[in-house]
Nanobody, 116 residues
């Protein structure tokens, strides 16, 4: 069955960095656009970034542009999100999504907390 497992979250101080990973299985990974979304406490899901199946095209929310980088390793069926210059507003549960942000195929999430 389709499975997406995120990892790499944690507690980091403002200005710090984290790298999130998502291990995919149960489908042909390279055939799918992949997306990161996040949900801050008390708020709805927010789109963060999307990458094409081949990895050549990426898009970012304005709130993370220039700080976050999405990438993928199709050979190993992995999706990544490099997060630099983290802000307290980046605190959220981050989810890996198969397809675009409206898809309901996503992992269990990984918590990112940015706090001094």
């Amino acid at each position: 069955q389709v499975q997406l497992v995120e990892s790499g979250g944690g507690l980091v101080v403002p200005g710090g960095s984290l790298r999130l990973s998502c291990a995919a299985s149960g489908f042909t990974f390279r055939d799918y656009v992949m997306t990161w979304v996040r949900q801050a406490p008390g708020k709805g899901l927010e789109w963060v970034s999307t990458i094409s199946g081949g990895g050549s095209s990426q898009s970012y929310a304005d709130s993370v542009k220039g700080r976050f980088t999405i990438s993928r390793d199709n050979a190993n069926r992995m999706l990544f999100l490099q997060m630099n210059s983290l802000k307290t507003d980046d605190t959220a549960v981050y989810y890996c999504v198969r397809g675009l942000s409206g898809s309901n195929v996503r992992g269990q999430g990984t918590q990112v907390t940015v706090s001094s």
